[in-house]
Structures are given as structure tokens and as C-alpha cells.
């Protein structure tokens, strides 16, 4: 949150009519908006104690009001609520209001924000379906990536639609009020749900291959959950595309004398196709059982990450709890006799400054990021800036690329440049290469830098200062910069240096845990859920807030983002549950006629007898006909096909350079008035080295001489 005053937000006055944006109000209410709620039901009778300390938690810093809209009295105070908002939140399409007089024909496009979030968007064919979290978790494609093989596919804990879908909308709101014009947004929770689903519909499209959910089994050696002295760790060592550490965790290994060690050192243990295999997956879980079985998860944690080998314990919420290192960084809050998640991410803005307008066709024109992150979430938070016209330019190198140029599924056509994961976080973004171990590498990102909007660094604390281009060292030079340093675990506490992944993330904060049957080991989301959603999108409405609070005042601004503390603030669930007497259960799917056909319905009946008589289609359509939510689970290759996301036009197809046609997730929601068109697929490494002058403030000597001393590789 802000460090001084109301709030970077505290000018905005927030109308939230749905429930589920009760997230996006958060954000707002702690950057200082007035976010007024109006009709939100107190917890019912029958309502869980842990859904009752979630509605306090995501209430925090709200004021709400009782209307009476029978009345005339009630619907007249809505309307002047209304008029006086910037921005309204609601789960349900404007139309709904027109018929009790509150909204005008022509109010949302007067001046005002009105962003809906419903479960399929307000236009195709299944606009007006019927759907709830697990509804669209299902139609989404996330629930066929979860569950067991036994079992069928789950809907994973945590209300990933409903939270997801408000945090997309809390980021779209932000742009369009930076827009200054009245707007009209429509936000999909299907949508939002396919955002996460990482990378298996490139999979589908390039490979024709359907990933499905992996169940408790490792994904390949070094890849999964193990068992230890105290419970299980998860484990994410590879070699190539996402992951490091193989060969430092195959040493481990050989220095505690597990069988079979040595034979892990040879080249073939470096594919993942390699390690995929059973017997390979196999042995590995031996020798590792060697050096686990001992120890605990801690321990295994502490001298993992001391070898730079991303291992993570699963956490459960009293872990979280009295997790050394969410203590020391005052992560976790007093919420009445309880104790909950803080905010998402810390501002620190600097004296004021020269202002700087924003605006053109798109949101962000005018604003350049310069991009020092790389693999998951850094660079999905400038894609999203990219997308709505910011010119976002990463720094990359042939020395140390990103590891994302190089993970499945790739084409196999060229090195670097031919990988659907990088393709897909990477539209409309400008690349340069330099070698920031080459001093004129060095000084010539911190002139790029200097002459920035904004600068995003994932690396690991203090890798950017060492090499000169930090926030202190951009700062004293460019005091309206919003510098992002959004490291896995922040740039403070014992856990600062600490590597991992998405499912890392969700590890150590007792979410994983949350997502598996009773007696099961178990399974997370099926995928590096944080890397997708929560922090990206946090760190994009951070940036937008800094970008809205300079503009007012000209000041510059340090975004500090953990992701561990970004992920933790969005799904609190595992350490609210240590404070109530139930905790939140994953939702299991019907299965139906044909092989690994599933359907998720929000219904008291049992359904299994009935669903198994019908395809799953079919069950969705009879049973949303009868006014039940309801909808088939989807694997990766029907979620292409999905007639919904079609008519909608989210799938994109972009002509690449090397890949050819290729596949890209679209924008989760449609503007009245802005594009939401991609415009340029993703770069080549060192694309557009070709501005570097104009990025970097070269004259034609400096130039030459960047050029001919070889830091531009």
C-alpha cells in the first residue's frame, strides 16, 4: 500500500453492485479509493465460518449501505450513487439496472467506468448461461488440468474464476480511467480461467498434444512432490526451457551417496522426454528418498535453496502462519481475533515532479517500459502494458536468455526463437540484445533506463544493482520513474534470495495443499498458477496506480512485489482456514458418457447416475435449459473449439517470423471504445537493436562504439 496520505487512489469513489468483485474492491479500498458496496448480504445462516472470515477479509476498508430499491427512495439514493461514481463494479450487465430507472440508455458512456465481470461475457452464444466459480473453472479449461487420474478432474480451491476475474477487472478499470473516457467493459470469467491454463493450448496447437491433469505422479524426475521426514516437498529441477538446478541437484544426490546417482550425470538425463519415462521417474524418487527420508521439509527447503535448487515445502495454513519469514516482512495482519494476508504490494513514491499526460487510441501510448524480467510472471505484467500501447522494450542477451525462449512446446525450427511459451507473454514488445556483463552493455541499459516510464526487474535482489542499473542508480537521474522489483519472495527478510516457480509459490503458501482429496496426496492447480494470475496482474494494477498517482503529481515511484506475499493476498484461504472449523473443499466433476467426459454443476441433487447416461454437452445444455449452472469440463483441444471463446475472438493467431501462424491466449475482455486487437507477434532476440540510439540517448560516435565493442549480442 501507499506509504503516505489517503492513498495513490484516494480521488476515486468506487461503486461495487456484485459480489464477486468484492476482490477488485479491495484493491481499490487499499490504495485509498472510497469503495462504497451496496446490498451485499450478510453471511447466511448456513454459511461456513470460513466464508464469513473471507467476506470480512475481502471487505476490509469498504463502506457499505442497505437500499431499498422497491422504493422509490432506495432507487433514487442508487442513482445518485451512480452519478457520483468513477467506477462501478458489477456482476451483471447495465441492462439490469434500466429497468428501475437507475441507469440511463447512455450512462456508461458518460463519463463513467462500468465493468462487468458474468461468467461468459455479455455477448455469444452462451452469454446468458449460468455459471459460478467451478462452472467456469470447468469451461475455462483449468479443472480438466486438475484432479487425479482416477477420479476425474477437480475445480481447484480458492475461487479462482471469481478472484481472477475480479483482479482482471481491477487492471482493466485502471486502464480505462487512465483512458479518461467513459467506458464499457466486459470482463469473462471463462476468460480469465483460460489465462491460466499456461501452456496447454500450445500444446494442442503446435505439438497435437492434449496435456491433462498429472494427478499425485511426478511430471518427470525432479518434477513433483516427494515425501520426507515430516510430510512432502515440491521439487522443480530441470535443465532446459523453465526450471534450473538438474545437474546441482543430481551433485547433491552423488555427495549423499543415493543409489543411482552417478548414472544421472549422463547426457540423457538432461531431456525431459528422457526423465518423463516411468523408470526414469522411477529412479529418481529412490535416490532422492535417500536424501529426504531424514530430513524435514525445512530442512530439505533451507539446504536446497542453498544450492540454488528450487524446492519448496508444502505448506500447510498454520505453517504459513509461523513462517519465520512472512514474520519478519510483517506479511500477515490483525483481522479482528484472526490473522490475514496484507496487501499485495508496497509504494514508495518520491517528492513531487513534472506531470505527464497519458492517452492516444490506446490507454498507455506514450509510456516506454524498459524490461529487465524474464520467465513467467514479469513478463505476462509488460505484456498486458504492451497490449494496451505501452512501448515495452526487453533487454535480453544470446549469453543468458530468457529461459522461456527455450520451453515447450517449441517447433523445433530455431533456437531461441521458435517457443509457443515466449511467443504467447511476449506480444507486441520490442527486443534488444546487450550483454549487461559488458560495461557499455551495462551503461547503455542504464541510458535506456534513465529515459524510461517504467523499469520492471524479476531478477534476484540485488542482481540489477550489482550491474549498475537499480532503482537508486535510475532514480537519481529519473525521479519520475516507477521502478518494479518483483522478486519471487521481495528484496527483505530471511527469504530474499530464495528461488522457485509458480507452484513453488503456491507451495509455501499452504495453497497447494488446499487442492486434493482427503487421504490423497496433493494435486495444486495443475499448473504455475501465480506465474498467470496474481502477479501479474498485481503488478500491472501497481503500475497503473503509480502511473495514474504521476500524472496527478509528477511523482516517481519503487513497487516492491513479492510473490509470495502478491499470491498469498489472493488466495488467503489455507491460513483464514486455521481460524474457522471447516476449510474450503475442492469441487469434483460428474463423469459422463465417453471416455474422460466430465460436467461441473452447481446443484443439491446428486447427479452421477444422470450425468453418466449423457455426454457432457448434453448434460451442460439440459441442465443450463432447466436455470442450473452447469458446463462441460474442457480439455485443451475443446477449449479451442469452444464456440463461446470463438464467437468472442479470443483465440488470436499472429504471423511469426520463424513459427509461422501461431497461437496466442487473447484479452479477457472487450472495451466499449478501446482495441484490444494484438498488433505485432513476439519479438526476435535483438529485433529491434536498430533503436537502440533512440532508446539509449546515442549520438552516431556512441553508437559505434557500443557496436563494435561486442556488448550487443
Known amino acids: 500500500m501507499a506509504d503516505d496520505g489517503p492513498g495513490p487512489l484516494g480521488h476515486l469513489r468506487v461503486l461495487e453492485l456484485g459480489p464477486r468483485m468484492a476482490y477488485a474492491g479491495r484493491l481499490y479500498a487499499l490504495m485509498g479509493a472510497v469503495v462504497i458496496v451496496v446490498n451485499r448480504a450478510p453471511p447466511a445462516p448456513d454459511d461456513t465460518a470460513?466464508?464469513?472470515?473471507?467476506?470480512?477479509?475481502?471487505?476490509?476498508?469498504?463502506?457499505?449501505?442497505?437500499?431499498?430499491?422497491?422504493?422509490?427512495e432506495g432507487r433514487r439514493r442508487l442513482r445518485n450513487l451512480v452519478d457520483a461514481a468513477d467506477l462501478i463494479l458489477d456482476d451483471r450487465p447495465p441492462d439490469a439496472w434500466r429497468d428501475c430507472g437507475?441507469?440511463?440508455?447512455?450512462?456508461?458512456?458518460?463519463?463513467?467506468?462500468?465493468?462487468?465481470?458474468?461468467?461468459?461475457?455479455?455477448?455469444?452464444?452462451?452469454?446468458?448461461?449460468?455459471?459460478?466459480?467451478?462452472?467456469?473453472?470447468?469451461?475455462?479449461?483449468?479443472?480438466?488440468?486438475?484432479?487425479?487420474?482416477?477420479?476425474?478432474?477437480?475445480?481447484?480451491?480458492?475461487?479462482?474464476?471469481?478472484?481472477?476475474?475480479?483482479?482482471?477487472?481491477?487492471?482493466?478499470?485502471?486502464?480505462?480511467?487512465?483512458?479518461?473516457?467513459?467506458?464499457?467493459?466486459?470482463?469473462?470469467?471463462?476468460?480469465?480461467?483460460?489465462?491460466?491454463?499456461?501452456?496447454?493450448?500450445?500444446?494442442?496447437?503446435?505439438?497435437?498434444?492434449?496435456?491433462?491433469?498429472?494427478?499425485?505422479?511426478?511430471?518427470?524426475?525432479?518434477?513433483g512432490l516427494y515425501p520426507c521426514a515430516d510430510g512432502l516437498v515440491m521439487v522443480y529441477a530441470t535443465e532446459t526451457g523453465v526450471g534450473a538446478g538438474w545437474r546441482r541437484l543430481v551433485e547433491w544426490l552423488v555427495e549423499e551417496g543415493a543409489p543411482g546417482a552417478e548414472a544421472m550425470r549422463e547426457e540423457a538425463w538432461l531431456s525431459?522426454?528422457?526423465?518423463?519415462?516411468?523408470?526414469?521417474?522411477?529412479?529418481?524418487?529412490?535416490?532422492?528418498?535417500?536424501?529426504?527420508?531424514?530430513?524435514?521439509?525445512?530442512?530439505?527447503?533451507?539446504?536446497?535453496?542453498?544450492?540454488?535448487?528450487?524446492?519448496?515445502?508444502?505448506?500447510?495454513?498454520?505453517?504459513?502462519?509461523?513462517?519465520?519469514?512472512?514474520?519478519?516482512?510483517?506479511?500477515l495482519?490483525?483481522?479482528?481475533?484472526?490473522?490475514?494476508?496484507?496487501?499485495?504490494?508496497?509504494?514508495?513514491?518520491?517528492?513531487?515532479?513534472?506531470?505527464?499526460?497519458?492517452?492516444?487510441?490506446?490507454?498507455?501510448?506514450?509510456?516506454?517500459?524498459?524490461d529487465f524480467s524474464w520467465v513467467g510472471a514479469g513478463p505476462f505484467t509488460t505484456k498486458l502494458l504492451a497490449d494496451f500501447g505501452a512501448r515495452v522494450v526487453r533487454v535480453e542477451?544470446?549469453?543468458?536468455?530468457?529461459?522461456?525462449?527455450?520451453?515447450?512446446?517449441?517447433?523445433?525450427?530455431?533456437?531461441?526463437?521458435?517457443?509457443?511459451?515466449?511467443?504467447?507473454?511476449?506480444?507486441?514488445?520490442?527486443?534488444?540484445?546487450?550483454?549487461?556483463?559488458?560495461?557499455?552493455?551495462?551503461?547503455?541499459?542504464?541510458?535506456?533506463?534513465?529515459r524510461a516510464d517504467v523499469v520492471v526487474n524479476s531478477f534476484s535482489p540485488g542482481v540489477l544493482e550489482r550491474l549498475g542499473v537499480g532503482y537508486e542508480a535510475v532514480a537519481a537521474e529519473n525521479p519520475s520513474v516507477i521502478y518494479v522489483d518483483m522478486p519471487m519472495a521481495g528484496t527483505e527478510g530471511p527469504y530474499r534470495h530464495v528461488m522457485g516457480y509458480g507452484m513453488s509459490i503456491a507451495a509455501l503458501i499452504g495453497h497447494y495443499a488446499l487442492c486434493g482429496l482427503p487421504g490423497r496426496r496433493p494435486v495444486g492447480t495443475g499448473t504455475n498458477y501465480p506465474d498467470h494470475i496474481p502477479n501479474p496482474l498485481h503488478a500491472a494494477f501497481a503500475i497503473l496506480t503509480a502511473?495514474?498517482?504521476?500524472?496527478?503529481?509528477?511523482?516517481?515511484?519503487?513497487?516492491?512485489?513479492?510473490?509470495?506475499?502478491?499470491?498469498?493476498?489472493?488466495?488467503?484461504?489455507?491460513?483464514?482456514?486455521?481460524?474457522?472449523?471447516?476449510?474450503?473443499?475442492?469441487?469434483?466433476?460428474?463423469?459422463?458418457?465417453?471416455?474422460?467426459?466430465?460436467?461441473?454443476?452447481?446443484?443439491?441433487?446428486?447427479?452421477?447416475?444422470?450425468?453418466?447416461?449423457?455426454?457432457?454437452?448434453?448434460?451442460e445444455r439440459q441442465l443450463q435449459a432447466a436455470g442450473i449452472p452447469a458446463a462441460a469440463v474442457l480439455d485443451p483441444a475443446a477449449l479451442l473449439a469452444d464456440e463461446q471463446l470463438r464467437a468472442r475472438g479470443f483465440w488470436r493467431r499472429l504471423e511469426h517470423p520463424v513459427m509461422g501462424s501461431t497461437l496466442y491466449h487473447g484479452v479477457a475482455a472487450r472495451f466499449s471504445t478501446i482495441p484490444t486487437d494484438y498488433r505485432t507477434p513476439a519479438p526476435l532476440l535483438g529485433q529491434y537493436n536498430g533503436h537502440l540510439a533512440e532508446l539509449a540517448g546515442l549520438d552516431e560516435a556512441e553508437l559505434a562504439e557500443l557496436l563494435a565493442s561486442g556488448a550487443v549480442r
Open 50 to 72: 470460513f466464508r464469513a472470515l473471507l467476506a470480512r477479509y475481502l471487505d476490509q476498508g469498504k463502506t457499505r449501505v442497505d437500499l431499498d430499491l422497491a422504493t422509490d
Open 102 to 223: 437507475v441507469v440511463a440508455e447512455d450512462r456508461v458512456l458518460d463519463g463513467a467506468v462500468w465493468c462487468t465481470l458474468t461468467p461468459f461475457g455479455l455477448t455469444g452464444p452462451r452469454a446468458s448461461d449460468r455459471g459460478d466459480d467451478a462452472v467456469c473453472m470447468a469451461a475455462g479449461g483449468m479443472a480438466w488440468l486438475t484432479g487425479y487420474e482416477d477420479t476425474g478432474p477437480l475445480v481447484a480451491a480458492g475461487d479462482l474464476a471469481e478472484r481472477g476475474g475480479a483482479l482482471y477487472a481491477a487492471v482493466c478499470g485502471l486502464l480505462a480511467l487512465l483512458h479518461g473516457r467513459g467506458q464499457l467493459i466486459d470482463v469473462s470469467m471463462q476468460e480469465v480461467v483460460a489465462l491460466g491454463t499456461e501452456t496447454a493450448p500450445q500444446f494442442t496447437d503446435m505439438k497435437g498434444i492434449v496435456r491433462r491433469r498429472q494427478g499425485e505422479y511426478e511430471r518427470q524426475a525432479g518434477i
Open 272 to 331: 525431459n522426454a528422457f526423465k518423463a519415462r516411468p523408470e526414469a521417474r522411477e529412479a529418481f524418487a529412490d535416490a532422492f528418498r535417500h536424501i529426504a527420508a531424514h530430513r524435514t521439509r525445512q530442512d530439505l527447503f533451507e539446504e536446497a535453496q542453498r544450492r540454488r535448487i528450487a524446492v519448496a515445502p508444502i505448506n500447510t495454513g498454520a505453517d504459513v502462519l509461523r513462517d519465520s519469514h512472512l514474520e519478519a516482512v510483517g506479511a
Open 333 to 370: 495482519r490483525p483481522l479482528g481475533t484472526a490473522r490475514a494476508p496484507g496487501p499485495p504490494f508496497r509504494l514508495r513514491f518520491g517528492p513531487p515532479g513534472a506531470r505527464k499526460r497519458l492517452g492516444g487510441g490506446l490507454p498507455l501510448e506514450g509510456v516506454t517500459v524498459v
Open 397 to 450: 542477451s544470446s549469453v543468458r536468455p530468457d529461459q522461456l525462449r527455450r520451453a515447450e512446446p517449441v517447433a523445433g525450427k530455431a533456437d531461441l526463437e521458435d517457443s509457443g511459451y515466449f511467443a504467447n507473454r511476449n506480444t507486441n514488445k520490442w527486443s534488444v540484445s546487450l550483454d549487461l556483463k559488458h560495461p557499455l552493455g551495462r551503461r547503455t541499459a542504464l541510458a535506456m533506463a534513465r
Open 547 to 619: 502511473l495514474d498517482a504521476r500524472r496527478r503529481s509528477g511523482r516517481g515511484c519503487a513497487v516492491a512485489l513479492s510473490q509470495l506475499e502478491s499470491t498469498l493476498s489472493m488466495l488467503p484461504d489455507a491460513v483464514l482456514a486455521e481460524f474457522a472449523a471447516d476449510r474450503p473443499q475442492p469441487v469434483r466433476a460428474y463423469r459422463c458418457a465417453g471416455e474422460d467426459s466430465w460436467l461441473v454443476a452447481s446443484c443439491a441433487d446428486d447427479l452421477t447416475a444422470w450425468a453418466a447416461e449423457r455426454t457432457a454437452r448434453e448434460a
